[in-house]
C-alpha cells in the first residue's frame, strides 16, 4: 500500500500524513470485530465447560481477551480486526510487535480499560495526538498505522 520511508524509524505524520489517515477510526472498528471474536470464543468455552465457565464468566473473558490479543498482536502485529481494518502496529524502531511489546501493550490496554477515566484520556489522546497514539501507545513509543 505505502512504502514505509528509509530516513526515519517511524513514518512522520505531517510527510507521510497517509499512514495515520483514518487510523483512529479503523482502530475503534477493529476492536467492535475483537470485541465479537473474543466473544464467540468465550461462549465456546463456556459451551464447552457445561455451562461451568459462567460462573466465572467474567474471568474467562478477561484471560481470552488477554490470550487473543498478546498472540494476534505478537504473530503479525495485529489482532484479526485490525487486519480486517488494514492497519498494524509499530514499535518505537518501526517494526512489527514481538510477544514482549504485544504482552507489554496488552497490558497497558487491559489496565486502562479497567478505569473509565483513563480509557477516556486514551481515547482523546487518539483523537487529539499527530499519530493517533493512544494512553498505552504515548507510554509504550508504539503506534498504529495502515498496513504497508
Known amino acids: 500500500m505505502y512504502a514505509l ?5 517511524l513514518p512522520d505524520p505531517v510527510t507521510h500524513a497517509e499512514f495515520y489517515q483514518g487510523v483512529t477510526l479503523k482502530r475503534g472498528f477493529a476492536w467492535i470485530i475483537d470485541t465479537i471474536l473474543i466473544a464467540l470464543i468465550t461462549a465456546v468455552i463456556v459451551v464447552l465447560t457445561v455451562g461451568v465457565g459462567l460462573f466465572i ?9 488477554f490470550l487473543y ?9 495485529a489482532t484479526p480486526g485490525m487486519r ?15 510477544l514482549a511489546h504485544a504482552f507489554l501493550h496488552t497490558l497497558g490496554y487491559t489496565l ?3 478505569t473509565l477515566l483513563v480509557q477516556i484520556l486514551s ?4 483523537f487529539g495526538s499527530a499519530r493517533g497514539q493512544g494512553l498505552t501507545d504515548h507510554v509504550l513509543g ?3 498505522i495502515n498496513r504497508v
Not at 5 to 9: K, L, N
Not at 69 to 77: E, I, K, N, W, Y
Not at 84 to 98: P, S
Request: hydrophobic fraction near 50%; charged fraction near 15%; glycine fraction near 6%.
Open 5 to 9: 520511508p528509509t530516513d526515519q524509524r
Open 57 to 65: 464468566l467474567p474471568l474467562v473473558f478477561l484471560t481470552v481477551s
Open 69 to 77: 490479543r498478546v498472540f494476534t498482536l505478537a504473530g503479525s502485529s
Open 84 to 98: 480486517m481494518m488494514n492497519i498494524q502496529f509499530l514499535t518505537r524502531e518501526g517494526e512489527n510487535f514481538d
Open 112 to 114: 486502562s480499560i479497567g
Open 123 to 126: 481515547v482523546f489522546l487518539m
Open 142 to 144: 508504539t503506534v498504529a
